[in-house]
T-cell receptor
Framework: AQKITQTQPGMFVQEKEAVTLDCTYD???????LFWYKQPSSGEMIFLIY??????QNATEGRYSLNFQKARKSANLVISASQLGDSAMYFC??????????????FGQGTELSVKP | EAGVVQSPRYKIIEKKQPVAFWCNPI?????LYWYRQNLGQGPELLIRYENEEAVDDSQLPKDRFSAERLKGVDSTLKIQPAELGDSAVYLC??????????????????FGSGTQLSVL
């Protein structure tokens, strides 16, 4: 069964506007972590933001925020004031606890974001 | 501070040939991962090391893939012989946390730029 689902293969956004990238996940474990990574054309995966399942508030990191809706099992990434350099693939990922019992980082299939000038 | 270093950046080989990838993690990071990323998909874990011990190799195709991290620092991933379906990007990552029993759900991975393998 797919653990992480990203339903948007590609997204376009106008420069300086906000954009939301969708991510839903599936787990029965009460303890888990959710991550977003950015992969530009250079290939490196860049960590953007983390949300723990017990965190009461939505995570924020600069222009990135995570819209965490636990009951709906969704962890959407919001990028405010898009910049041309935001054009890249974006991956949602999840880790279940405890790590040593198979809680590896599982990635979704990604969303390709293109920012238009 | 240097990031995760991988080499080579690109590799083109013919099927049935051997190939090796090298990774040097961030200094001080005891946990090292090898991921494979097929075109248009997210990365999938092949193997995880804590220091020199492979603690999760359940998804490593052991008939043709091998990996080592002899001194608990840099690591080599080998494929012998390579098949057409092995064409992918091989990503190495490292992290500072780890250890049996730790509930490290917030463990952040730092990735290298990957090795893009093309098997002809």
């Amino acid at each position: 069964a797919q653990k992480i689902t990203q339903t948007q293969p590609g997204m376009f956004v106008q420069e300086k506007e906000a954009v939301t990238l969708d991510c839903t996940y599936d787990t029965s474990d009460p303890s888990y972590g959710l991550f977003w990574y950015k992969q530009p054309s250079s290939g490196e995966m860049i960590f953007l933001i983390y949300q723990g399942s017990y965190d009461q508030q939505n995570a924020t990191e600069g222009r990135y925020s995570l819209n965490f809706q636990k009951a709906r099992k969704s962890a959407n990434l919001v990028i405010s004031a898009s910049q041309l350099g935001d054009s890249a693939m974006y991956f949602c990922a999840m880790r279940e606890a405890p790590y040593n019992q198979g809680g590896k980082l599982i990635f979704g299939q990604g969303t390709e974001l293109s920012v238009k000038p | 501070e240097a990031g995760v270093v991988q080499s080579p950046r690109y590799k083109i080989i013919e099927k049935k040939q051997p190939v090796a990838f090298w990774c040097n993690p961030i200094s001080g990071h005891n946990t090292l991962y090898w991921y494979r990323q097929n075109l248009g998909q997210g990365p999938e874990l092949l193997i995880r090391y804590e220091n020199e011990e492979a603690v999760d190799d359940s998804q490593l195709p052991k008939d043709r893939f091998s990996a080592e991290r002899l001194k608990g620092v840099d690591s080599t991933l080998k494929i012998q012989p390579a098949e057409l379906g092995d064409s992918a990007v091989y990503l190495c990552a490292s992290s500072a946390l780890g250890g049996i029993g730790l509930l490290a759900t917030n463990e952040k991975l730092f990735f290298g730029s990957g090795t893009q393998l093309s098997v002809l």
